[in-house]
């Protein structure tokens, strides 16, 4: 079983707050990812980090930021959330640039 | 066109019965190919990994790649309805490792 942590697992907020979505793992990856998944859609890669104070932008484009100052947290942050920010959100990390992905089991966030 | 193509289903067979799921692909680079399962309200897991061209086994189920056609499988022999699930294929090229993925296809497994 996967050691990697994502909260909260669902949440609806109003138009215009700030949230932070947080994920941890105790595995000790230097490289963590956060991915958007939307019903019948693709997983989508908006942000990834190889390690401590590394952060990059993925292929989607997005509104969020992150931030890994520790190994083991890397938290995303959308400064001011509209519903079209409404999606799964997954965290994952991994030990080797191709190789297993290990997922949380996501955060759930609906804005209305 | 997408990257990767996959049919979403759902498809649905009795217990017991041999899956076959499927996904096409127009990179070429692409050498990295994997296949996750995602149970409902969870993160997907991996399920099989493999490298390049060829056959790999792992218990009930066997993923193919067939570079030649840019087309993978993932069979799963007497089917149970744990597996239940939407399974994702994803792949990447050597140059870049960015995954890139299916929209998944929904299976479901009757009693």
């Known amino acids: 079983e996967a050691d990697i942590y994502q909260t909260p697992r669902y949440l609806v907020i109003g138009t215009g707050k700030k949230i932070t979505l947080e994920c941890s793992q105790t595995m000790g990856h230097d490289k963590m990812y956060w991915y958007q998944q939307d019903p019948g859609m693709e997983l989508h890669l908006i942000h990834y980090?190889?390690?401590?104070?590394?952060?990059e932008k993925g292929d989607l484009s997005s509104e969020s930021t992150v931030s890994r100052i520790r190994t083991e947290h890397f938290p995303l942050t959308l400064e001011s959330a509209r519903p079209s920010h409404t999606s799964q959100y997954l965290c994952?990390?991994?030990?080797?640039?191709?190789?297993?992905?290990?997922f949380g089991e996501g955060s759930r966030l609906t804005v209305l | 066109q997408k990257e990767v193509e996959q049919d979403p289903g759902p498809l649905s067979v009795p217990e017991g019965a041999i899956v076959s799921l499927n996904c096409t692909y127009s990179?070429?680079?692409?050498?990295?190919f994997m296949w996750y399962r995602q149970y409902s309200r969870k993160g997907p897991e991996l399920l099989m990994y493999t490298y390049s061209s060829g056959n790999k086994e792992d218990g009930r189920f066997t993923a193919q790649v067939d570079k030649s056609s840019k087309y993978i499988s993932l069979f799963i022999r007497d089917s149970q309805p744990s597996d239940s699930a939407t399974y994702l294929c994803a792949m990447s090229a050597e140059s870049n490792y960015q995954l890139i993925w299916g929209a998944g296809t929904k299976l479901i497994i009757k009693p």
């Open positions: 994952a990390s991994s030990e080797q640039d191709v190789g297993e992905l290990f």
């Open positions: 980090s190889y390690g401590v104070n590394s952060t």
């Open positions: 990179n070429s680079a692409f050498q990295y």
